[in-house]
Every structure is written in C-alpha cells, then in structure tokens.
C-alpha cells in the first residue's frame, strides 16, 4: 500500500516546528470527510526511537502529527493523505478510521513503561492543535477520540491519564463531568438479560463497536474500560457500575441534537 517516501512538503498547521516526510502513506479511501481527530501515545520509552518507527518503512506505520516531551509539533504525513495510525478500527458502524482520521501521536512511554504523566508543554500543544484542526476541518467535539475508542479491544492509549477534562474546558471535545463512584448496582462479565442490552445499546449510540446482544462478554468489558479510560478514569476496571452508566447516560443527552 506504501507510495514513493514522502517529498518534503509544506505543514498543514501553523504549530508546525519541522517536517520529517513519513514513509507509510497512500490516498485516503472514497473521498470520505476528515472528521476524527485520534489521538495516541507512542508506548515507547526512548523518543527518537518513537519518530524514526514513525517514518521508516519497516514499521508499517505512521501519523500526520506528533507531540514532542518539550511540547514541539512535528509533522510527518500531510492531512489530505492517510497515515497508518489507527489500525484496525471503527465508530458507529464505519471502518478504516484511517480515511477519515487525522493521527496524533503523543511522546509518552505508555502502560507498559510506568505510564508516565503527560508534560504541560504537550497538553498546551494538544490543545492548540485540536482547535486548529477542529476549525480548519469541522471536526465535530464528539468526534475527538482516543485510539482505545476506535480499537478496545486492542488498545488503550492515550490512557486514563490523558487529561480529557483540561481539554473540554478548553472548549475541546466532548465531555461531562463524572458520576461519582459510590456503589450500588452494577453489571460485569458473565452477566446476561435485558439490561445488559440496554447498557450495550447505550454504548452504540454514542459510537463504540459492540454488539448488542444482551451478554456482558469479554468485548463488553473491553469497550466499558475504554469508556472509563476516556470519560470515567477514577477506575478503570471494566464493571459497569452506576458512575459508568450514569455518566454514559448524560454524554448521550449531551451530543448535538443533529446527532
């Protein structure tokens, strides 16, 4: 699927410290919108090592932007092609959220590596990026994700860590403050019956890929930590307990009545 490496090319975006033209690329499929803002971490302990696997061939992989630890923007694929971030991926029924996604990349060692607090400088050059694109693009706050909520059941960056709240205070995305987490009834694997498919239709609206059969399988609690990891990082242990569903239940009230 890869083209030619990239010729060096001017930045979409004003933020943009350097070029390093990536190698993993082609054209975006059916002419779709560019309407997904996807934000990653790297899940790797050394950065230059994160941006050389970015832009080599070898990797199979690449993003249009990524964040340095000091907070520098790189570019590394240009907005009107497809980079190779999100892999395997869907929201509300349509796959290849490569086509129709602009991929960010976050220096950051990841859960496997400490899982380290991401750096003021980087939340300010997120935040600066996220309301460019979001302008230049039209990409709808409820459509500002994490690469856990396209894939959950493969990945979970940029994690409970990444500061959700900061943003949507900053007028970035879609967000409702937490339920609080006190008890009470709940729904966890093995659990089965109409509630259950209730709870899984929930999910469905508001975009996450499960199915809606009525069984709280291990695909159910991998989409419920997603949802924690974005929306309820208190606890991230995959039950559906009430601060789950209650906060759920007000981000579907929340969306855009054109949603």
Same mark, same amino acid.
């Given at each position: 699927?890869s083209?030619?490496?990239?010729? %060096?090319?001017? !930045?979409? *975006?004003?933020?943009? $410290?350097?070029?390093?033209?990536? #190698? ?8 779709g919108?560019?309407d ?14 994160? &941006? ?9 992989? $690449? *993003?249009?932007?990524? +964040?340095?630890?000091?907070g ?20 509300h ?7 129709? $996604?602009i991929?960010?990349?976050? #220096? ?7 899982? %380290? ?18 302008? @230049? @693009? ?13 894939? !959950? ?9 990444? %500061?959700?709240?900061?943003?949507? @205070? ?6 409702v403050?937490?339920? %609080? &987490? /006190?008890?009470?009834?709940? =729904?966890?694997r093995?659990?089965?019956?109409? !509630? &259950?498919?209730a ?8 975009g996450?890929s ?5 069984? =709280?399988? &291990?695909?159910t609690e991998? +989409? /419920?930590?997603?949802?924690? @990891?974005?929306?309820?990082p ?12 209650? /906060? ?12």
């Amino acid at each position: 699927m890869s083209e030619s490496h990239l010729e %060096p090319f001017s !930045p979409d *975006c004003d933020l943009v $410290s350097a070029v390093h033209p990536a #190698a993993n690329f082609n054209d975006r499929v059916d002419g779709g919108p560019i309407d997904v803002l996807l934000l990653h971490y790297t899940g790797m302990e050394d950065e230059d090592a994160a &941006i050389k696997r970015l832009t080599i061939a070898e990797s199979s992989v $690449s *993003c249009h932007y990524f +964040v340095k630890l000091d907070g520098t923007l790189l570019q590394f694929v240009p907005e009107d092609k497809r980079a190779w971030h999100a892999g395997i991926s869907a929201w509300h029924g349509v796959p290849d959220i490569n086509s129709r $996604s602009i991929g960010v990349e976050i #220096a950051n060692s990841g859960h496997d590596f400490g899982y %380290p607090e991401f750096a003021a400088p980087q939340i300010e050059t997120i935040k600066a990026l996220a309301i460019d694109c979001g302008r @230049r @693009r039209h990409i709808p706050a409820e459509r500002i994700l994490a690469h856990s909520d396209v894939a !959950p059941s493969r990945k979970q960056d940029p994690g409970e860590k990444f %500061p959700w709240a900061e943003l949507f @205070r900053a007028g970035i995305g879609h967000y409702v403050e937490p339920a %609080p &987490i /006190t008890g009470g009834r709940f =729904f966890q694997r093995g659990d089965a019956g109409a !509630p &259950i498919e209730a709870y899984q239709s929930m999910l469905a609206l508001y975009g996450y890929s499960v199915e809606i059969d009525g069984l =709280f399988g &291990i695909a159910t609690e991998q +989409v /419920t930590k997603a949802f924690q @990891r974005h929306f309820r990082p208190a606890l991230v242990d995959g039950i559906a307990d009430s601060s789950t569903i209650d /906060t759920l239940h007000r981000l579907l009230q929340a969306l855009p009545k054109y949603r």
